[in-house]
């Protein structure tokens, strides 16, 4: 990735520029950051619209339609992640690798919110700390690929870049980008959040309950007796709160949560179109999120990405993989976050559980030495794929563990704060990845292999994942 100083004018046609975003530039004239300023950039992982008539006409609908979430929630969530940035709370962002147009069903999204909320109560007692819930979910629709073409039963089409842009049909006219998607997944997104905004208030978080669930799988599990003590330790904990007056039944703060929004921020006329300017504060929101990602196909310092989401005042995240030099974590840090607001960028490192150990930690003191507050998060997922002699893409969850290992030493080894994970799940019984306590074998991986991209842990190994990290923590 380039780090070379940025320098353009103002493409042509923008006599108004939007509010400027949280960046050291100018607010007007050449070089001013406007909702529409990326254009000017080089834009990765865009899909090739065959009618650019047919997409104008949908991105002039979505300017116009409700914002998803609202400034004042992202706001909320900043200072949830800031609290992480200064170690005294811990992210869990987990969900699907692509939302599809297919699985709307409420008993769907309600696993995920489960195991989801499972997770988080198991963490929140390891780590002895508030966990900040954020969800891939609610608008996770698009995919960056390696590859432009993929080979589905000997032939060749392009590579499926998920349901907003064009369907996973194996045939060229069904894998044609079509902007109504963009409609589509707005809709989709607000449906979601909808239905998880009613379940997060609801009494389904409730923490009892929620308890109640762990202690179910706990009983089911093979490894259940490793992880009974820390059941064991909750429920006296609960008890405990109970014994001193505390009604766990009307304590809004034990039944009522918080689950964010976040997704890749990979369509950028998507993107732009959804973003809104903040009545109270006269900045600019991308309000198709409460958090937004840049992957690691396109945080390129000089491309369209970075350009975008500069601007806006969302919380950010980066991926970070194992290629990423100091000098760019430094100049993304630099760039992102030049007002060193504590929360607004996260990086999300997948760096493989091979060379995590050696790659992690020169990061780790290049943005310390720059004085420049981030959120550092594990993806231990992104760098540990592999393919099956079959071809079946998988992940082992030793590997996944290993990742996890390494980046808690690394972060112990230089002084700063491990400040969460970030995976891949879905709450069905899935057989996508290997391994776990009650383990996925090689053989049993076409059982149910549903993922339309990366394969997920199901519940079980999401529990399991979780149990260990709680350990991790406390041992740390
Ligand atoms: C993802 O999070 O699904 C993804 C594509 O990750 P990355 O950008 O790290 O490869
Ligand atoms: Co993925």
Same mark, same amino acid.
């Given at each position: 990735m380039s780090s070379a100083p940025l320098r353009r004018s103002r493409p042509l046609g923008q006599q108004k520029p939007d509010p400027p975003g949280p960046t050291s530039?100018?607010?007007?004239?050449?070089?001013?950051?406007?909702?529409?300023?990326?254009?000017?950039?080089?834009?990765?992982q865009q899909p090739d619209w065959p009618d650019p008539a047919a997409l104008e006409s949908v991105l002039?609908?979505?300017?116009?339609?409700?914002?998803?979430?609202?400034?004042?929630?992202?706001?909320?969530?900043?200072?949830?992640?800031?609290?992480?940035?200064?170690?005294?709370a811990f992210l869990l962002q987990a969900g699907e690798c692509v939302e599809s147009f297919r699985d709307v069903s409420a008993p769907a999204i309600r696993e995920r919110l489960k195991v989801l909320l499972q997770m988080s109560a198991v963490l929140t007692y390891g780590a002895m700390l508030p966990v900040v819930k954020v969800g891939r979910l609610a608008g996770q629709f698009a995919k960056p690929r390696t590859e432009p073409t993929e080979t589905v039963d000997g032939v060749e089409l392009p590579s499926f870049r998920g349901h907003v842009v064009h369907s996973d049909e194996p045939t060229l006219e069904a894998r044609t980008p079509d902007p109504e998607?963009?409609?589509?997944?707005?809709?989709?997104?607000?449906?979601?959040?909808?239905?998880?905004?009613?379940?997060?208030?609801?009494?389904?978080?409730?923490?009892?309950?929620?308890?109640?669930?762990?202690?179910?799988?706990?009983?089911?599990?093979?490894?259940?007796?490793?992880?009974?003590?820390?059941? @064991?330790?909750?429920?006296?904990? %609960? !008890?405990?709160? &109970?014994?001193? /007056? +505390?009604?766990?039944?009307?304590?809004?703060?034990?039944?009522?949560?918080?689950?964010?929004?976040s997704h890749e921020g990979l369509l950028l006329e998507y993107e732009?179109?959804?973003?809104?300017?903040?009545?109270?504060?006269?900045?600019?929101?991308?309000?198709?999120?409460?958090?937004?990602?840049?992957?690691?196909?396109?945080?390129?310092?000089?491309?369209?990405?970075?350009?975008f989401f500069s601007g806006v005042d969302n919380p950010i995240g980066v991926k970070l993989g194992p290629t990423a030099t100091v000098q760019d974590a430094v100049a993304l840090a630099e760039r992102l976050n030049p007002?060193?607001?504590?929360?607004?960028?996260?990086?999300?490192?997948?760096?493989?559980?091979?060379?995590?150990? @050696?790659?992690?930690?020169?990061? %780790? !003191?290049?943005? &310390?030495?720059? /004085? +420049?507050?981030?959120?550092?998060?594990?993806?231990?997922?992104?760098?540990?794929?592999?393919?099956?002699?079959?071809?079946?893409?998988?992940?082992?969850?030793?590997?996944?563990?290993?990742e996890l290992h390494g980046f808690f030493a690394a972060h112990r080894e230089v002084g700063t704060w491990p400040g969460g994970v970030h995976l891949e799940f879905t709450g069905e019984d899935v057989t996508e990845c290997l391994g776990g306590s009650e383990a996925v074998l090689e053989d049993q991986l076409d059982n149910?292999?549903?993922?339309?991209?990366?394969?997920?842990?199901?519940?079980?190994?999401?529990?399991?994942?979780?149990?260990?990290?709680?350990?991790?923590?406390?041992?740390?």
């Open positions: 530039r100018p607010a007007t004239g050449a070089g001013a950051w406007t909702t529409s300023s990326w254009r000017a950039f080089p834009a990765g002039a609908r979505l300017r116009g339609v409700p914002p998803l979430v609202f400034a004042g929630e992202a706001r909320a969530l900043l200072a949830g992640l800031g609290e992480v940035c200064e170690g005294r998607r963009l409609i589509q997944g707005y809709y989709q997104a607000a449906s979601t959040l909808n239905l998880l905004r009613a379940f997060t208030k609801g009494g389904f978080a409730d923490l009892t309950l929620v308890h109640t669930w762990n202690r179910e799988f706990v009983a089911a599990s093979p490894a259940g007796q490793r992880y009974e003590a820390l059941a @064991d330790e909750i429920e006296r904990a %609960l !008890r405990f709160i &109970q014994s001193i /007056g +505390i009604d766990l039944a009307n304590e809004p703060s034990l039944h009522e949560v918080d689950v964010w929004t732009e179109a959804l973003t809104r300017t903040d009545s109270l504060t006269g900045r600019p929101y991308d309000c198709s999120a409460h958090m937004l990602w840049i992957g690691e196909r396109t945080r390129d310092l000089d491309g369209a990405h970075v350009e007002g060193r607001i504590p929360g607004r960028l996260t990086f999300i490192t997948r760096m493989g559980a091979r060379r995590v150990r @050696d790659v992690l930690p020169p990061l %780790l !003191r290049a943005v &310390q030495q720059a /004085g +420049i507050p981030v959120v550092w998060v594990c993806d231990p997922m992104h760098a540990n794929l592999v393919r099956m002699p079959s071809g079946t893409k998988t992940r082992r969850f030793d590997e996944i563990m290993e149910r292999y549903e993922t339309l991209c990366d394969p997920r842990l199901n519940g079980r190994q999401s529990l399991d994942l979780a149990f260990r990290v709680a350990e991790l923590m406390r041992a740390g």
